[in-house]
């Protein structure tokens, strides 16, 4: 994801069945707790996968059901 200029943030939802989400954002120098900050602040959005990651994604997930 960094060639493609991107960053992958770990957010632990508060009170939800499956409290674990992945937040992907511009890339930016800054730690991923304040890139955190700001996106929960509205500062920064979301941006999708590229369509390369967002196959292989789907592809190790599908390989993880079958086991």
Known sequence: ???AGLRALEYDRPALHNP??????EGQPKPAEELLKL????????????????????ELVAEAYEI
């Open 39 to 58: 996106w929960l602040a509205g500062e920064i959005k979301e941006v999708p996968l590229p369509d390369e990651l967002e196959l292989a994604i789907s």
């Open 1 to 3: 994801m960094k060639s």
């Open 20 to 25: 674990c989400l992945v937040v992907v954002v």
